[in-house]
Structures are given as structure tokens and as C-alpha cells.
């Protein structure tokens, strides 16, 4: 099945008991059992709730892997990936990451004795250099947050097989329309579903999926033992979502591709992240491992008082933290995602006061254009 088909009818078989054609909002708690030890498979909501298992069915065949696990945000999903980790445990993670996972590991995870190396990805060395006897993790983010690096995921997995250790990759920015990790070699997906997987940005939520049954057993113990768990309306809205991921997926990069080349000619614009442009160093590496180039752009405008003036003036595109949506959105990285970054760490990868970073919609492109143009005048 390709994709399309397999995120419109994968887990969102009509309804056995109605033939409902969407899957029922199972607003419950429990579930009643017949007799002492004889029930329907379905015991507790924190363990299993039917509408979350449709979901996670869903999103489990859209990245191709054999099975997926729900939480209730991004950052829940990642916390549950590294309680698979132990004490003495060590993980390289990408230095241009998004800065609730960096805070999540320097300030949290830390203190329970798991080590973090933050290395350049975009160059495999770095990675190799980093790796210690005791390395069980490579986690990466590609394209990265907000600087639209890229990793090259097949030369990761490979080099993390080679260490005894699983590569994860935080697939948010991408999707998996446009980018499936597990098929090039990687062993778990994260999602911020929060992002474009909901796409209406009324929702908060995270999944993660995996390729091998030994990782998918830990997972599942722990969504249940630590409960970090969604509530079943957000799974249903994902499902709701997945139905129309790739239509708008690839309306999310047609107008970004178009904004990103518009801006490249600007005078206002000193500089564009966008993996789609040409003059992107790593243009055919993204090319090479991803179906499209997604919507997020950032723009170097020189200081901090025309990055204020910019977003003040922008009208379609609302100033506000997260992406994904189907409206377009601003942020300013340096005092809004990345406030939890150090400044030395910010300013060497090229979060400066004058970046803004664009979610670019799904709007008319021309509206979107002329927007812009008014802001940057
Ligand atoms: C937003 C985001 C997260 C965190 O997800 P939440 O749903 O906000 O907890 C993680 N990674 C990336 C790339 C994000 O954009």
C-alpha cells in the first residue's frame, strides 16, 4: 500500500460494532470485565484505550515499523525513549537540537547518570569521535531547529550499529510523508505530534515508533509503568490528521520551497535556511533521504530590532512558539524554543538575535508572499 492509502485506511477500519466509518472516541476509564480474570482484552485506559491503539497502528505502518506508542507530548515520548537507558549509559545528540530536548537531557536526565555528548552532525566524524565503550545512543534531529542542518541517517545508523548502539531520530520536522528514518537504518522515531502530525496546532502529543520487538516490549512497559500517557481525544484527532498528512505536506513544502526562493532575492534577508534551496550545503543529502522539504524556513535579518520589527508588522503569519500548523506561524528562536539554549551554544550555531524562524501554511501562497513583503519593507 503506499502512503496515502496507508494513512487513510491503516487502524481506521469502520467500526465492527456500528460500522461507524470513523473510529469511536473511547471516553473511558475502565472497561467492565465479565467474570474475575475474564474480560475483552481491554482492562485499564493507562494501558490500553482503543482509539489510542487504532492510532497506533496508524502512525506505526506511516513510518513502516512494527509498532508505535502514544504520549501525551513530544517531550513525554522522548523521556520514555531514554528511560530505556540506564546509569553509566552514554547518548551523542545532535548540538542543534530542539531546546526542550537539550533542557530534558542537561538539567533532568543527568542526574540519573546518564551521560550526553553534543556533537556537529552534519559531520559523521564528530559522531565517531564521540562514541565511548559505554554509547547505547545516537539521537538526532534532521532537518534540526532551527538552523535546518541535516544528518545523514544511513551514515548514522551505520556508524551506531557498528558501536552496539540505536539510532533515534526526532522525525518532527519532516513528517513521516516526507521522511520514513526506519527504512534508512534508524531503530526508533519521535514525534512531536503536537506539530505536524495533529497540523491544526489544537492539540499536545507525542509518539514513537520502532522497527525491532525487543525495543517495542521495553516501550510498552514503560508507556504503562510511567503513564505517560494522551488522553483519547488527541489520539482521535491524530487519526482525523493523518487522513490529510500528505495533502498537506505537500502544500506545506510547495509554498515554503516558493517563499524560501522569493526570500534567497530579497534585500531585507541577509540569509535563508531552507534544505529545499540549492545554495543549502547539504541540499542533496536532504534531497537524497527525504520526498520533500516540509515548511519551516528561517531568515537571518540582521538584529534584534528588525526581527522585532518584522514580527510586529506580519499579519497572516502569527507570532507564536510551535509549527506544523495549517496557518502560518512566527517565532523568534533565541527568545522564544531555544530560550533554555546558553547563549555561547546558541551563538555557534547560528541562533542569533536577528533569526526568525517561519511555519510556513497552507494558505494562498501569494497572500503569504505579500505579507512578507509588507514586513520587510
Ligand atoms: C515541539 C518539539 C518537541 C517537543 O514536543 P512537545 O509536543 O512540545 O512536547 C520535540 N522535538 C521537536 C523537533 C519539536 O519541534
Redesign the pocket.
Known sequence: MKFATTAIHVGQEPDELTGAVTVPLYQTSTYAQEEIGKHKGWEYARTQNPTRSRWEACVAAMEGGIAGYAFG???AA?DTIMRTLSSGDHVIMAEDM?G??FRLANTILQKSGITFSYVDMRNMDHVRAAVTPATKMIYT?TPT?PMMTITDLRAAASLAHEAGALLVV?N??ASPYLQRPLELGADIVVH?A??YLGGHSDL?H?VVITRHQHVADQLAYLQNAVGAVPGPMECWLCLRSAKTLHVRMDRHSANAQAIAEWLEQHAAVQHVYYPGLKSHPQHALAASQMDGFGGMISIELGSLERAVAVTKKLQLFCLAES?GGVESLVCHPVSMTHGSVPKAQREKLGITDGLIRLSVGIEDVADLMADLDQALA
Do not use: M, P, Q
Open positions: 507530548s513530544g517531550l522522548i530542539y526542550g530536548t534531529e531547529n526526532d518532527t520536522f512531536s503536537t506539530k499536545v507525542g509549527l
